[in-house]
């Protein structure tokens, strides 16, 4: 079962715009909410997490904006560039003794158009 | 470069192969996972190391065998495989409270 909902599926935003992911999840057992960025042949990165005590984390031209009482955070990426276009996944994370389990949403492709 | 590494990055078997994919971290990572991609799916977890001596079943474990050969190697075995399992095959790893790196992948094509 799908714990985490991604919106949109895909996403074309011109240079300089803003392009807006949002993820909303089903429970509250979670101790962080990762977005990881992938270009294509390579691995997921870890572009930026948040916890669940933080409402929002900026970091360069990427925000996390994270509502606890709705179950839902979201990816702003400001000024959005060409080099952008990849497919960005939320996550789910639970920190464990031994290290950690994640659960992903279903990944946005961004086209970011001149 | 520091980082994961999964080999081999390509890989076309028939139905009924078997096939170990390897995977070798340098980071001194205690915990180590392994993840298939499939499209409109994300990311899911097949198995996971905590940590040395220690594997658990993920989200997909059906089909798949793991094997934590050393604190720096994980491996992932198909052994009888089939055409559900064509996936890109992702390996990361991780140390205690940090988050995950992941590695390039595995291309794997089952006929």
């Known amino acids: 079962q799908q714990q985490v909902k991604q919106s949109p599926q895909s996403l074309i935003v011109q240079k300089g715009g803003i392009s807006i992911i949002n993820c909303a999840y089903e429970?509250?057992?979670?101790?962080?909410f990762p977005w990881y960025q992938q270009f294509p042949g390579k691995g997921p990165a870890l572009l930026i997490a948040i916890r669940p005590d933080v409402s929002e984390k900026k970091e360069g031209r990427f925000t996390i904006s994270f509502n606890k009482s709705a179950k839902q955070f979201s990816l702003h990426i400001m000024d959005s560039q060409p080099g952008d276009s990849a497919t960005y996944f939320c996550a789910l994370g639970i920190l464990t003794g031994g290290g950690n389990k994640l659960t992903f949403g279903t990944g946005t492709q961004l086209k970011v158009e001149l | 470069n520091a980082g994961v590494t999964q080999t081999p990055k390509f890989q076309v078997l028939k139905t009924g192969q078997s096939m170990t994919l390897q995977c070798a971290q340098d980071m001194n990572h205690n915990s180590m996972y392994w993840y298939r991609q499939d499209p409109g799916m994300g990311l899911r977890l097949i198995y996971y190391s905590a940590s040395e001596g220690t594997t658990d079943k993920g989200e997909v474990p059906n089909g798949y065998n793991v094997s934590r050969l050393n604190k720096r190697e994980f491996s992932l075995r198909l052994e009888s495989a089939a055409p559900s399992q064509t996936s890109v095959y992702f390996c990361?790893?991780?140390?205690?409270?940090?988050?995950?790196?992941f590695g390039d992948g595995t291309r794997l094509s089952i006929l």
């Open positions: 990361a790893s991780s140390s205690q409270g940090q988050p995950q790196h």
């Open positions: 429970n509250t057992a979670f101790d962080y």
